[in-house]
């Protein structure tokens, strides 16, 4: 290779080198599943493209902590983070951004191999990777925006957000969570936020509205993820009236409450004609719905406010006689 194209080529790791990518056609380099978060601050290769590169150069290393996380599939968060490797030898650690940082490998530590593309690459198994980027969470090394939410710290929130995820992509059982905790997180600590975790959350800011709405129902009322109402007739569950259906992130479906939390997509002009629209069959059926989006969730006096009113009307409703 000449030196111009050696320059021109990407250099996500010191000795590794990647053509410009209009010029790429080999394998898929955003992850094994073709994700990519776009947050590669200060890093201009995503974790995975990162962490096939460095482990090239050190095959006898396996990754650890959230390059671990994204090898299993976790799409957020980790894209701005060092690859972590851990070492059977003693190696050493540089402070610039093409080169890793190295850990101790342990005879005990348990591995995977789980990248189709790079099948001799080992991390560290899943409930491993969830431990230490747990730990990381909520010592506050690992950091990112969360909406204040009644009764929980940033890191909290933060815990409860990469717990749903991580469990979402990974399909984890809570034994599988607490077993990978065990002496890296506080078992108190980890079943506390068990508690609060939910399978069905499917963004962190879903996961973030049902945290600030969760104690705001009468006694005798719950909040399920992902319930499916009909469009038709507003019965709910799959075994409801054929037609369209709508699914609310969140719903109360003793007391007919859907909460929607409206991401950058519903932003599109046909989108939002569509939620338009379910929105007006939902309360000609007797629905009382509310659409969130970050703004909203920001403002916690004005969510809590809407929020409110909705359950006292809603419960009104439910006593009328029929």
Known sequence: MSRRTVDKAGKPARGVILPPAKAYEGPERLGPAGWNSGDHV???????????????????????????????????????????????????????????EYRQLRAEVRTACVDPLFPELRVVDAPTAFAQCLATILSGKKTWWVPPVPGLTDREVRAVQFLDAFAQCTHLSTLALLAGARHIVDRRRMSALLELY?????????????????????????????????????????????????????????????????????????????????????????????????????????????????????????????
């Open 42 to 100: 200060p890093y201009d290769w995503d974790i995975i493209t990162r962490l096939r590169a460095h482990w090239l150069l050190a095959r006898d290393c396996v990754g650890a902590g959230w390059c671990a996380a994204a090898a299993h599939g976790l799409p957020y968060w980790a894209d701005s983070e060092k690859v972590v490797l851990l070492s059977p030898t003693l190696r050493r650690n540089a402070s610039d951004l093409l080169t890793p």
């Open 198 to 322: 939910d399978l069905g959350a499917q963004s962190p800011m879903e996961t973030a509205l049902r945290l600030i709405v969760r104690d705001e129902l009468p006694a005798g009322h719950d909040w399920t993820s992902q319930v499916t109402v009909s469009l038709t007739d507003g019965t709910v569950g799959s075994a409801g009236s054929r037609g369209k259906k709508t699914t609310p992130d969140l719903a109360c479906e003793s007391l007919k409450i859907a909460l929607f939390y409206d991401g950058a997509h519903h932003a599109d002009g046909e989108q939002t004609e569509t939620d338009f629209r379910m929105f007006q069959k939902l309360k000609a059926l007797g629905w009382e719905a509310i659409r969130v989006n970050k703004e909203l969730l920001a403002d916690l006096d004005e969510l809590l406010g809407l929020l409110r009113g909705t359950v006292e009307r809603a419960v009104q409703a439910a006593a009328r006689p029929r």
